[in-house]
């Protein structure tokens, strides 16, 4: 939403009401993974060797959006208590009210910001080689990840969420603790009870499989 029209286009505007919400959904679930990405990396401490690793392309079928990344700890299974704060985190970094801007540098400056995760820098070469050396970054407060976007335009749409499961997803041989994070979210706007709500999250705990990035 603040990227500026730098040449003549057609305009349509979508909100979650639209006959086909479609590419609507695929935002909003885009962003809450970015959000998660960003709280992950709030609430860890150092020790915690906390490496985000990256997200998919959503899939709204799947029933939740989701973050990979990676923990010193070899078999962390967070309690009930640890899932609901992640989701309480999440709903305050929503109401802190910031906005979605896209970034857009070529392979040596995101590099250069990503130097410290292997991941990352693993990733970027691909990346960036398929976008003629360019790479896209979203920025949300000072949360900066690798996303071709698009993203919602601020984080107050996002209302209300749900953790609901994290499952191992690196074998017992690999070298680094790999983990995916599930969970469930509902826009500005939309009011469920808390009978569904259950439903959704129950559904949110099966894995979600894809291949990584």
């Given at each position: 939403?603040?990227?500026?029209?730098?040449?003549?286009?057609?305009?349509?505007?979508?909100?979650?009401?639209?006959?086909?919400?479609?590419?609507?959904?695929?935002?909003?679930?885009r962003s809450c993974s970015f959000i998660l990405g960003a709280v992950l990396q709030r609430i860890f401490k150092d020790d915690a060797g906390l490496f985000l690793h990256s997200f998919p392309k959503p899939n709204v079928r799947s029933g939740s959006f989701i973050h990979d990344f990676a923990l010193n700890e070899k078999n962390w299974?967070?309690?009930?208590?640890?899932l609901k704060t992640i989701s309480i985190e999440m709903q305050k970094f929503a109401h802190e009210n910031h906005k979605f801007e896209r970034l857009t540098v070529n392979h040596d400056v995101a590099f250069e910001m990503f130097?410290?995760?292997?991941?990352?820098?693993?990733?970027?070469?691909?990346?960036?080689?398929?976008?003629?050396?360019?790479?896209?970054?979203?920025?949300?407060?000072?949360h900066i990840d690798i996303s071709g976007g698009p993203m919602i335009g601020n984080t107050s749409v996002f209302q209300r969420s749900r953790i609901s499961a994290v499952h191992k997803v690196s074998r017992e041989e690999d070298t680094c603790n790999l983990?995916?994070?599930?969970?469930?979210?509902?826009p500005s706007g939309f009011n469920l009870s808390y009978y569904a709500m259950n439903l959704l999250a129950d559904r949110a705990k099966k894995l979600v499989i894809y291949s990584f990035l």
């Amino acid at each position: 939403m603040h990227r500026p029209l730098d040449s003549s286009c057609t305009l349509q505007l979508l909100n979650f009401k639209t006959a086909d919400p479609a590419s609507v959904n695929r935002a909003f679930w885009r962003s809450c993974s970015f959000i998660l990405g960003a709280v992950l990396q709030r609430i860890f401490k150092d020790d915690a060797g906390l490496f985000l690793h990256s997200f998919p392309k959503p899939n709204v079928r799947s029933g939740s959006f989701i973050h990979d990344f990676a923990l010193n700890e070899k078999n962390w299974k967070p309690t009930v208590l640890e899932l609901k704060t992640i989701s309480i985190e999440m709903q305050k970094f929503a109401h802190e009210n910031h906005k979605f801007e896209r970034l857009t540098v070529n392979h040596d400056v995101a590099f250069e910001m990503f130097k410290d995760n292997p991941f990352k820098r693993e990733q970027l070469p691909n990346i960036s080689n398929s976008h003629n050396g360019q790479v896209t970054l979203y920025r949300a407060s000072n949360h900066i990840d690798i996303s071709g976007g698009p993203m919602i335009g601020n984080t107050s749409v996002f209302q209300r969420s749900r953790i609901s499961a994290v499952h191992k997803v690196s074998r017992e041989e690999d070298t680094c603790n790999l983990y995916r994070i599930q969970g469930i979210a509902l826009p500005s706007g939309f009011n469920l009870s808390y009978y569904a709500m259950n439903l959704l999250a129950d559904r949110a705990k099966k894995l979600v499989i894809y291949s990584f990035l």
